[in-house]
Nanobody, 126 residues
Framework: QVHLVESGGGLVQAGDSLRLSCAVS??????????MGWFRQAPGKEREFVAS????????HYVESVKGRFTISRDNAKSTVYLQMNAVKAEDTAVYYC?????????????????WGQGTQVTVST
């Protein structure tokens, strides 16, 4: 059985930085074969794509609102995916989820992802 466990969330002030981690566990899981994504969900809103990274070439995609501020990366040796969040804003407040998908074509669609973590809360105060 495969598990994704997010960590690193918390309460920060606007303009601060935060790094989220997503640790992968499970004997049969090979992180290098999965494409990974970060999503977020604010209260009363739908789950939103934030960033993704393709396993084959490291290519990344971001939602427009975080471009230039957030960076997704992966360390296959540590079976961990990261989301570096810089210059955070109040509108970044949400529960952040990492997820894994085999088919990258719909990297922005949460419905296409196969495995999900439990989420970590990020709250940005002003």
């Amino acid at each position: 059985q495969v598990h994704l466990v997010e960590s690193g969330g918390g309460l920060v002030q606007a303009g601060d930085s935060l790094r989220l981690s997503c640790a992968v566990s499970g004997r049969t899981f090979s992180l290098s074969r999965y494409n990974m994504g970060w999503f977020r969900q604010a209260p009363g809103k739908e789950r939103e794509f934030v960033a993704s990274i393709r396993w084959s070439d490291g290519n990344t995609h971001y939602v427009e609102s975080v471009k230039g501020r957030f960076t997704i990366s992966r360390d296959n040796a540590k079976s961990t995916v990261y989301l570096q969040m810089n210059a955070v804003k109040a509108e970044d407040t949400a529960v952040y989820y990492c997820a894994a998908v085999l088919d990258y074509r719909l990297y922005y669609d949460p419905g296409s992802y196969d495995i999900w973590g439990q989420g970590t809360q990020v709250t940005v105060s002003t």
